[in-house]
């Protein structure tokens, strides 16, 4: 009795769109601010507003199918009940900030206690693109080397002009 053979792994299937979406989240400390996510087609079907805001932010590629948010999705519980998400301890969202229908704020925090919150990033919704805010540290390390390099440029043309008139910084005036 012959057998059908399985084609190699690399040919197989791709991953229907509910398995894409629900793949584990990236390593920690993977860089995704250079990601934007839009689904046109949900925004044109529904509303954003702070009552599905949640569920658009989860068909993103930043969410994280293993959060507190998702346990209670399951549950049918609203995921950003705070009453519920209070009383469990791991990683969820938050909804932080909202100027409807253009603005949402997330904050991905780790919950050890119902009062014991960790920021850990930051996630924006603007005109219905998703992206992820940069770290602060990397804000204030862009404009430290922005800065660095004017200054830098500064110096290399006063030197220029320096020797245009002739001035050799060699000599010493007393």
Known sequence: MAATPLPPPNLAAPPTNMEANQSLPPPPGTDMT??????????????????L???YFALSPFYDWTCNNEQLRMRSIHPLDISQLSKMTGIEYM??????????VFRKQKRDGPEKVTPMLTYYI???????????SNVFASRIARALHHISKAFTMAASKLEKIGYDTSKKYS
């Open 95 to 104: 909804l932080n900030e909202v100027m409807e229908p253009h603005l949402f």
């Open 53 to 55: 805001v949640f569920d």
């Open 126 to 136: 603007l005109d219905g693109s998703i992206y992820q805010a940069p770290q602060l």
């Open 34 to 51: 250079g990601i934007c996510f839009r689904d046109q087609l949900w925004l044109n079907t529904y509303p954003l507003d702070r009552n």
